[in-house]
């Protein structure tokens, strides 16, 4: 994978009040290769995936998609969005499936996934409708086109999610904990949707994860953040079976 890639993080700081959550985080994501994103609670990987959908701005530093600034540095030290019109193209190869599923609760199944395209991409009702059908196909779940997401389990309703990021086209996905609000029986269900769709290959994926096993399987590149860094990272075998870091190593044990 040599091409230039679909996302770098460079230098990215960010800090909530006084608390540096994020202290200087370069990450570079090829297109379609997927990393896994692994590390305690409150390293600040979330902050990372709501950075790059432009839910957050950086302290400093900025990150590039597609080799384009989200952010510019204005006098000052400020980080301001790069200009409107060009960050909503930009935002458009950009998806993401949350922790909570975030459905709009009125709409049925099929018109939580056409929404985006006709009123984002302004796609007609028609042809948004065909897309739609062939992602909630891809995901399993075809029949429920008319259900609404009260009458679905969490794992049906998070496959609707990616369904409805997928809908876009993104040239990369950040999957946020996906699984984490799941009850346990419905987990598999999800990674097995996720799995599949990493296997078609183009979409460059950042998986925030705690599923060591799904990163193992599915991840090209595994990065291990702590207390705001990049600690470690490599491919599945480097970091699963040689972790090097006192830090990573401590933190595997966990899961064993
Ligand atoms: P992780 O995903 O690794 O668990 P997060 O990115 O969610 O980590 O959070 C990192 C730290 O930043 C946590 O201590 C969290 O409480 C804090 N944090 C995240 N978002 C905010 C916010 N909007 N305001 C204040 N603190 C925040």
New binding site residues.
Partial sequence: MTDYPVVRYLNIRKS??D?E?LKGIDLDIAPGEKVALI??????????GRLLMTLEEPTSGTIEVNGESLWHMKSGGRQVRANEKHLHQMRSSIGMVFQHFNLFPHMTVLRNVTEAPIRVLGLAKEEARERAVLMLRKVGLEEKLDAYPAQLSGGQKQRVAIARALVMRPKVMVFDEVTSALDPELVGEVLEVIKEIASEGEMAMLL?THEMEFARDVADRVVF?ADGRIVEEGTPKEVFEHPQSERLQAFLRRFR
């Fill in positions: 909530f009040g608390i959550v590390g305690p609670s409150g390293s600040g990987k979330t902050t990372l925030i953040a």
